[in-house]
C-alpha cells in the first residue's frame, strides 16, 4: 500500500510539473548565427567530424603530445528571449557560448522550463537540445525557436549551467476582422461590435436590457481542420468595459433581424459558422472602450485573445 501511494503522489507532482510548463513549445530546429546553413541538433550528431555521445568533446586533427593535451574549454556567455510575446507568437531563444580553449568542440545541451504556477521551484524538459560546433577562440551565438501556446511567466534554462531566460505569454490584441484559430482549428473572428439601447424581438416589442445598453457582436469561425467540430468556442467570448466583464444574454435569443449563434451546431470541414451574440452591459459603457474577449481554460494553461473596435 505504502508503495502504491508513493507511485500516485510521484504521477501527480509530474502531472502538475507537465502542465505548470506547458506554455512554450520549442520549433523543430537550432541555428548557429554564424552558420549560413540551418543545422538542427540531428544534423549536428551526424556530422563527419562530431562525435555521437556527450557534448563537449575535443576534435583536433593535429598529432603528438599538442593534440593529447588539445581540448576545447566552453563558458556560456549569455541566453537571451524577449520579455514578453503574444499568444501564438514565436520568439528566439539566444544561447552565446565561448570556446576558449585549443580544440574544436561540440556543446549541445538540452534546454529546460520552469514557470511561475511553478514558483520557478522545478525544472522540466523544455523539449530541445541547443548548440553545436565551436571552433577554438570563437564564440558562437545558437537560436531555438520558442512558440507562446498558453498564457503565463515562465523561465528558460540549459542543463548544467546556471544560466536563466525570462519571458512571458500574453493575451493577443487583434482588430475587427482579425482572426485567431483555436486548438480545434476553428479559425475564429469578431467582424462588428454594435452598441444600442434596446432591440424589436420577433413580435414587434421593444426589448430593452436590464443593465442599460446591448453590445451586439458579431462572430465568425471556420472549420480549417481536418475533422468535424463543435465551435463551442462560442461559448467563451466575454465583453469587457474597464474592470467590468459580461457573459451573453438570453435575452438576444428574441431579437429579429439577427442570425444567432447556433452553439449545437457541427462544423464540417471547410464550414464557417456566422452568427450574432447579445450582451447586455452597463449603460455607461461606450463602443471605443469596449474589448470582445474569447478565453479558455484547461488545467492550470490558459490562452486569450482581445479584439477592440
Not at 17 to 45: H, K, M, Q, W, Y
Not at 82 to 97: F, I, N, R, W
Not at 166 to 186: F, H, I, W
Amino acid at each position: 500500500m505504502d508503495r502504491q501511494s508513493s507511485n500516485l503522489r510521484e504521477s501527480r507532482r509530474e502531472y502538475i510539473l507537465a502542465v505548470g510548463t506547458a506554455g512554450l513549445a520549442a520549433i523543430a530546429g537550432c541555428t548557429s548565427d554564424n552558420s549560413s546553413e540551418e543545422r538542427t541538433p540531428a544534423d549536428e550528431s551526424t556530422t563527419d567530424d562530431v562525435t555521437d555521445g556527450d557534448t563537449d568533446t575535443p576534435q583536433d586533427g593535429s598529432n603528438g603530445e599538442d593534440a593529447a593535451n588539445s581540448e576545447p574549454n566552453f563558458e556560456v556567455v549569455s541566453l537571451q528571449i524577449t520579455d514578453e510575446m503574444e499568444l501564438g507568437e514565436t520568439a528566439s531563444l539566444k544561447l552565446q557560448v565561448r570556446n576558449s580553449g585549443n580544440a574544436e568542440g561540440n556543446f549541445t545541451k538540452r534546454g529546460q522550463i520552469t514557470s511561475e504556477a511553478l514558483d520557478y521551484s522545478k525544472y522540466a524538459d523544455a523539449g530541445f537540445d541547443i548548440g553545436g560546433v565551436i571552433e577554438p577562440g570563437e564564440t558562437e551565438t545558437f537560436s531555438q525557436e520558442i512558440a507562446g501556446d498558453n498564457l503565463g511567466s515562465f523561465r528558460l534554462s540549459i542543463e548544467d549551467y546556471d544560466v536563466e531566460a525570462d519571458t512571458s505569454v500574453v493575451a493577443r490584441d487583434l482588430s475587427l476582422g482579425e482572426d485567431y484559430t483555436n486548438v480545434k482549428g476553428v479559425k475564429m473572428s469578431i467582424d462588428e461590435i454594435v452598441v444600442q439601447d434596446s432591440y424589436e424581438d420577433e413580435e414587434g416589442n421593444d426589448v430593452r436590457p436590464d443593465n442599460g445598453k446591448f453590445v451586439i457582436v458579431k462572430y465568425s469561425g471556420e472549420n480549417t481542420g481536418d475533422d468535424t467540430v463543435n465551435p463551442s468556442s462560442a461559448r467563451n467570448l466575454h465583453v469587457r468595459t474597464g474592470e467590468e466583464s459580461y457573459d451573453y444574454s438570453l435575452k438576444g435569443d428574441t431579437a429579429a433581424n439577427y442570425d444567432k449563434l447556433g452553439f449545437n451546431r457541427e462544423l464540417a470541414p471547410g464550414e464557417t459558422l456566422q452568427g450574432y451574440q447579445f450582451f447586455d452591459v452597463n449603460r455607461s459603457a461606450e463602443r471605443q472602450d469596449l474589448t470582445v474577449t474569447w478565453d479558455e481554460v484547461i488545467g492550470v494553461t490558459e490562452k486569450r485573445v482581445n479584439w477592440n473596435p
